[in-house]
Nanobody
Framework: VQLVESGGGLVHTGGSLRLSCGAS????????MSWVRHTPEKGLEWVST????????VYADSVKGRFTCSRDNTKNRVYLRMNSLRCEDTAVYYC??????????WGQGTQVTVSS
């Protein structure tokens, strides 16, 4: 199993980024996928989960209305569109394959830094 995130970077408050995660080594279209972020101060924070067919997504209250998770099962990719970014969104963002209802495989992470 391999998950590779991309799209992170430095952005000013109020800006936008789109993270992308490419998946391989498993049947992508049958698995829920999640985004999780990490900071040294807060530790791990779940951000969003998307159903295997993309018909349902759930979000943490801290990002609801600003972030949108989507997927393209023809490309084995999951995305996180992040709008109205805040300094507190600064974190390493991980793409996570859900397995058996739990967090299974993780990507290497991509750094998002939001500056004022």
């Amino acid at each position: 199993v391999q998950l590779v995130e991309s799209g992170g970077g430095l952005v000013h408050t109020g800006g936008s980024l789109r993270l992308s995660c490419g998946a391989s080594g498993f049947t992508f279209s049958t698995e829920y996928m999640s985004w999780v972020r990490h900071t040294p101060e807060k530790g791990l924070e779940w951000v969003s989960t998307i159903k295997e067919n993309g018909t349902a997504t759930v979000y943490a209250d801290s990002v609801k209305g600003r972030f949108t998770c989507s997927r393209d099962n023809t490309k084995n990719r999951v995305y996180l569109r992040m709008n109205s970014l805040r300094c507190e969104d600064t974190a390493v963002y991980y793409c996570v394959r859900m397995y058996g209802g739990s967090w299974g495989n993780w990507g290497q992470g991509t750094q998002v830094t939001v500056s004022s």
